[in-house]
Protein backbone atom coordinates (compact mmCIF):
# COMPACT_ATOMS: atom_id res chain seq x y z
CA UNK A 1 0.00 0.00 0.00
CA UNK A 2 1.04 3.45 -0.62
CA UNK A 3 -0.28 6.22 0.71
CA UNK A 4 0.60 9.63 -0.96
CA UNK A 5 0.39 13.05 0.89
CA UNK A 6 -0.47 14.68 -2.33
CA UNK A 7 -4.22 12.56 -2.53
CA UNK A 8 -3.78 9.16 -3.08
CA UNK A 9 -3.89 5.75 -1.93
CA UNK A 10 -2.40 2.62 -4.12
CA UNK A 11 -3.28 -1.33 -3.03
CA UNK A 12 -1.73 -4.18 -5.41
CA UNK A 13 -3.41 -6.62 -6.44
CA UNK A 14 -2.10 -10.00 -7.92
CA UNK A 15 -5.90 -10.99 -8.90
CA UNK A 16 -6.52 -11.37 -12.89
CA UNK A 17 -8.25 -8.68 -13.92
CA UNK A 18 -8.13 -7.58 -17.64
CA UNK A 19 -11.00 -5.32 -18.35
CA UNK A 20 -11.46 -2.06 -17.07
CA UNK A 21 -15.47 -2.02 -16.02
CA UNK A 22 -13.93 -5.10 -13.43
CA UNK A 23 -10.96 -2.85 -12.21
CA UNK A 24 -12.87 -0.25 -11.22
CA UNK A 25 -15.86 -2.30 -9.75
CA UNK A 26 -13.24 -3.99 -7.45
CA UNK A 27 -12.37 -0.36 -6.33
CA UNK A 28 -15.44 0.83 -5.41
CA UNK A 29 -16.47 -2.74 -3.48
CA UNK A 30 -13.04 -2.41 -1.75
CA UNK A 31 -13.13 -2.58 1.75
CA UNK A 32 -9.60 -2.24 1.90
CA UNK A 33 -9.58 0.87 -0.11
CA UNK A 34 -11.71 2.13 1.86
CA UNK A 35 -10.02 1.61 5.56
CA UNK A 36 -6.60 2.55 3.92
CA UNK A 37 -8.59 5.74 2.56
CA UNK A 38 -9.53 6.03 6.44
CA UNK A 39 -5.70 5.73 7.23
CA UNK A 40 -5.14 8.37 5.35
CA UNK A 41 -7.63 10.58 6.69
CA UNK A 42 -6.00 9.94 10.50
CA UNK A 43 -2.55 10.35 9.03
CA UNK A 44 -2.76 13.78 6.23
CA UNK A 45 -5.84 15.27 8.07
CA UNK A 46 -7.97 14.85 4.82
CA UNK A 47 -9.53 12.43 2.89
CA UNK A 48 -7.75 10.85 -0.24
CA UNK A 49 -8.53 12.72 -3.80
CA UNK A 50 -8.82 9.14 -4.86
CA UNK A 51 -7.72 5.35 -3.95
CA UNK A 52 -7.02 2.42 -6.15
CA UNK A 53 -6.40 -0.85 -6.85
CA UNK A 54 -3.22 -1.28 -9.39
CA UNK A 55 -3.65 -4.69 -10.74
CA UNK A 56 -0.13 -6.18 -11.43
CA UNK A 57 -0.67 -9.12 -14.10
CA UNK A 58 -2.90 -6.51 -16.54
CA UNK A 59 -1.20 -3.13 -15.54
CA UNK A 60 -5.14 -1.88 -15.17
CA UNK A 61 -6.07 0.74 -12.43
CA UNK A 62 -9.87 0.94 -10.71
CA UNK A 63 -10.36 4.09 -8.98
CA UNK A 64 -12.63 5.51 -6.37
CA UNK A 65 -12.92 8.19 -4.61
CA UNK A 66 -13.89 8.06 -1.10
CA UNK A 67 -15.91 10.72 1.02
CA UNK A 68 -17.22 11.28 4.55
CA UNK A 69 -20.80 9.41 4.05
CA UNK A 70 -18.79 5.89 3.16
CA UNK A 71 -15.40 6.71 5.66
CA UNK A 72 -18.59 6.88 8.62
CA UNK A 73 -20.10 3.34 7.37
CA UNK A 74 -16.43 1.66 7.14
CA UNK A 75 -16.21 3.20 11.09
CA UNK A 76 -19.72 1.27 11.82
CA UNK A 77 -18.53 -1.75 10.10
CA UNK A 78 -15.41 -1.60 12.01
CA UNK A 79 -17.41 -1.14 15.46
CA UNK A 80 -19.34 -4.08 14.28
CA UNK A 81 -16.64 -5.81 14.06
CA UNK A 82 -14.99 -4.74 17.48
CA UNK A 83 -18.13 -5.44 19.32
CA UNK A 84 -18.29 -8.97 17.43
CA UNK A 85 -14.69 -9.53 18.84
CA UNK A 86 -15.76 -8.44 22.31
CA UNK A 87 -18.81 -10.61 22.71
CA UNK A 88 -16.81 -13.72 21.39
CA UNK A 89 -18.91 -14.00 18.39
CA UNK A 90 -17.63 -15.86 15.52
CA UNK A 91 -20.33 -16.91 13.52
CA UNK A 92 -19.60 -18.79 10.12
CA UNK A 93 -20.91 -16.99 6.68
CA UNK A 94 -21.34 -19.37 4.58
CA UNK A 95 -21.34 -18.84 1.41
CA UNK A 96 -19.56 -20.39 -1.80
CA UNK A 97 -17.50 -17.11 -2.12
CA UNK A 98 -16.38 -17.77 1.77
CA UNK A 99 -16.29 -21.33 1.72
CA UNK A 100 -14.07 -21.61 -1.43
CA UNK A 101 -11.29 -20.49 -0.25
CA UNK A 102 -11.69 -21.00 3.34
CA UNK A 103 -8.53 -23.23 4.59
CA UNK A 104 -11.26 -24.88 7.18
CA UNK A 105 -13.67 -26.07 4.95
CA UNK A 106 -13.37 -29.17 5.13
CA UNK A 107 -13.71 -29.64 9.19
CA UNK A 108 -16.46 -26.46 9.15
CA UNK A 109 -20.36 -27.81 9.56
CA UNK A 110 -21.85 -24.81 8.06
CA UNK A 111 -19.66 -24.81 4.92
CA UNK A 112 -21.06 -24.04 1.77
CA UNK A 113 -20.03 -27.14 -0.72
CA UNK A 114 -17.38 -26.03 -3.48
Same mark, same amino acid.
Do not use: W
Given at each position: =???? #??? /? =????? /???????? @???????????????? &?????? $??? &? #????? &??? &? @???? /????? %?? !??????????????? +????? @??? !??? %??????? $???? +???? #??? =? #? /?
Amino acid at each position: =VDLE #PEG /T =VTDYK /TSEIYEQK @GADKKARESFQLDLYS &LAFAEQ $FGS &L #PIYAQ &LTF &L @GSGL /TGKMI %PD !EKRLQKTKEKMQEAE +QGIRK @GSF !EAN %PSYANCH $FCEY +QEIC #PDA =V #P /T
